[in-house]
């Protein structure tokens, strides 16, 4: 069932504002038939069990004639006005066989941090579909500067276990209530229904402020990847879907690799995520060659690695992903496409975009020949990494520059003194100057959760090693490379 979340058309669209609506999608309502373990709604004459060690809180909406019901020991039901239960007096109900047993499910399954119950809208009202722009795992779940709604008339029971205890948004509704500061949901919280809504041992921090920075904010959800993955893969920590290209992508704050590209820049303070993201719908996305394109973009920390040893300190970087509904050996191409589109843009007009920095990465399906139908990914080795350069200078205090075709030098900025020179490279995919390295045709184990992996270090290495990346630096003029 969960799988068929991963499917691209469930992917969300985001508010093209700035303020993000996350609407929590499973009830306990007595009249929702999938809350019922035969998947009806009881009619008239069942027999109605609720289990009697299990806390809810059920919205009941119309009048039902019962014959007989067990009730749990905690819980409540919220009557709408006419609602209410009633004795049957043994009438017969049209399409029911009376008198079987109807029984309450489990409510205690649901929790917070499961990326498949939430909705995205751009307003409180407005309904969505599919769209082009889709969040990464962890920002499907609330972030810290999103509006939660939890909808009027009905009932809910969300487990908010969480790794910091602490639940951080911009302001809740509940029951038609909206709260949008700690103080006034305390006082909710203290109530009656609130025990029986929630459990789990998550509060929740209402700041009533939206995102201060136009350059975006990180979701906040990183501590909980591993509760947001396990929710999405199931307890029993389902392997992600098969990926069309051997070495998939792994977006940071997303569970499974990806195919396609993904793009990472570094920003200045002139940078404005909103009015970036609109630029890039509006002079790719929208592009008829690019309709088969989905983008998410982002700001997240990535963690700094220094010779593929992960050092404690985090910046905060624009992540772009893009992903395509290309199949076979094509999977990935338009992705990849639109993303050196993307790079040379920012090459063009980084600075006056208050980007300083663009680095892409690309997986794809690709045939190797006498081959057929076997889906691989090129292996070109098109940009050294930032810590091997740095090995090497270290070892034997040379630099190692390298040129092929194409291949031009540019200084890119990055953050530190000795993350110096990266080939750029052309974006166009040039299979003759790449090479086959069989140490890499092992194929990858997407399997675990992000950051959970003993070989984390080891893979991600290998990952950059397997994928193309290219860097590169707008602020940097061009005409003053000698090529
Ligand atoms: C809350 O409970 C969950 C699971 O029971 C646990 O993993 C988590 O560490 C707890 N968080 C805190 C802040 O105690």
């Known amino acids: 069932m969960k799988s068929l979340f991963f499917l ?73 006005s006419g609602a209410g239960f009633a004795a049957f007096d043994g009438s017969w109900d049209p399409g029911c066989d009376s008198g079987s047993a ?9 929790a917070w941090f499961d990326p498949a119950l939430w ?19 962890e920002e499907r779940v609330p972030c810290q500067y999103d509006d939660v709604i939890l909808q009027p008339e009905t009932s809910f029971r969300v487990n908010v276990d969480s790794s910091r205890g602490m639940i951080h948004l911009r302001s809740i509704s509940l029951m038609g209530q909206t709260f949008s500061s700690t103080a006034a949901l305390a006082e909710y919280l203290r109530g009656p229904s609130a025990p029986l809504q929630f459990h789990g041992n998550g509060t929740f921090q209402v700041s009533g402020t939206g995102c201060p920075d136009k350059s975006g904010c990180v ?54 995520l909103r009015k970036y993201r609109d630029r890039l719908v509006q002079a790719f996305l929208s592009l008829p060659k690019y309709a088969g394109v989905q983008m998410a973009i982002s700001k997240v920390h990535k963690a700094q690695t220094f010779l593929g040893v992960a050092l404690r300190s985090s910046a905060p970087v624009i992540q772009i992903v893009l992903i395509d509904d290309q199949t076979g050996s094509r999977t990935g191409t338009a992705a990849e496409q639109m993303a050196a589109d993307i790079m040379s843009d ?15 990465e690309v997986a794809t399906g690709s045939i190797f020949s006498g081959q057929t139908g076997i889906s691989t990914s090129r292996r070109i080795l098109t940009g050294t990494v930032v810590g091997l350069l740095f090995g090497l200078l270290l070892l034997g205090g ?22 110096r020179a990266q080939g750029l490279a052309s974006p166009e995919p040039a299979s003759s100057k790449g090479f086959d390295n069989p140490m890499f045709d092992m194929p990858m184990d997407t399997t675990e959760p992000p950051g959970a992996a003993s070989g984390e270090d080891a893979r991600q290495e290998m990952a950059l090693k397997d994928n193309q990346i290219f860097y590169l630096n707008p602020l940097y003029d061009e005409s003053e490379v000698d090529v």
């Open 219 to 272: 979701c906040g959800n990183a501590q909980d990847g591993h509760r947001i993955c396990a929710a999405l893969l199931g307890a029993a920590g389902r392997p992600c879907p098969a990926p069309a290209c051997r070495s998939p992508l792994r977006p940071l704050g997303h569970c499974c690799g990806v195919c396609g590209a993904t793009v990472c820049l570094e920003f200045t303070p002139d940078f404005d």
């Open 398 to 419: 040379m630099l190692l520059l390298y040129r092929r075709g194409m291949l031009r030098l540019w200084a890119a900025r990055l953050p530190r003194p000795w993350g």
């Open 8 to 80: 691209l058309g469930c992917l969300q669209l985001l508010a093209a504002a700035g303020a993000v609506y996350k609407r929590w999608l499973p009830n306990t309502n007595f009249e929702t038939a999938s809350n019922w373990d035969e998947g009806r709604v009881p009619c008239a004459g069942d027999v109605i069990h609720f289990d009697r060690d299990k806390v809810v809180s059920v919205f009941v909406k119309s009048p039902h004639p019962v014959k007989d019901m067990y009730l749990p020991l905690n819980g409540e039901f919220i009557l709408a």
């Open 346 to 360: 920012i090459a063009q007009h980084g600075e006056a975009l208050g980007i300083s920095s663009g680095k892409m």
């Open 119 to 137: 909705q995205t809208a751009a307003s409180p009202g407005e309904l969505q579909q599919g769209g082009r722009i889709f969040a990464v795992d």
């Open 102 to 110: 109807a029984r309450f499910g489990d409510a205690e399954g649901f």
